[in-house]
């Protein structure tokens, strides 16, 4: 006694296998049905750079997104689909805040890590580079050992 779910013919199992055997390996089936586009409008609010048709709107909010990140004027210029000259000459100002702003972030994160949670190998690292502390003193005129001299006649 068979069920529903259960296949009661073998010419259904070996159609379905030579289906999956087509298919070459690391390609997909393509679907007869295409899934429905949706089109709309929206309004940016931006900087426009550029003349003509080759012009664009770029919001200064994204520009601040990938500056904070620490990208350079090319990376973010081929973002936008732009040039690196005509974004470096709009965006200048925008950047170097998003970048100096991260700067402070990091310093900040640095000392709360040296400081509060007593970190030993931040107390190290911001020792030698903000107090100017060294493991190895360099030798100035001022502190340099006077030579010996064992010969009397001078």
Not at 123 to 130: A, D, E, H, M, Y
Request: hydrophobic fraction near 30%.
């Amino acid at each position: 006694m068979t069920t529903e779910n259960e296949i009661t013919s073998t010419d259904t199992v070996e159609d379905a296998q030579k289906d999956y055997i087509l298919i070459p390996d690391g390609q997909k089936p393509e679907y007869a049905a295409k899934p429905k586009q949706r089109t709309g409008e929206k309004t940016v609010k931006g900087i426009i750079i550029g003349r003509g048709e080759s012009s664009a709107i770029i919001n200064t909010d994204e520009v601040k997104k990938l500056a904070s990140l620490h990208l350079t004027y090319k990376d973010m210029a081929d973002f936008f689909g732009c040039k690196e000259t005509t974004f470096r000459d709009n965006f200048r100002t925008v950047v170097e805040q998003s970048r100096q702003i991260t700067k402070q972030r990091l310093m900040e994160a640095m000392l709360e890590s040296a400081i509060i949670k007593q970190n030993p190998t931040i107390l190290v690292w911001t020792s030698k580079n903000l107090l100017n502390w060294t493991d190895q003193p360099v030798n100035t005129d001022s502190n340099q050992v006077l030579p010996w001299n064992s010969d009397p006649e001078q």
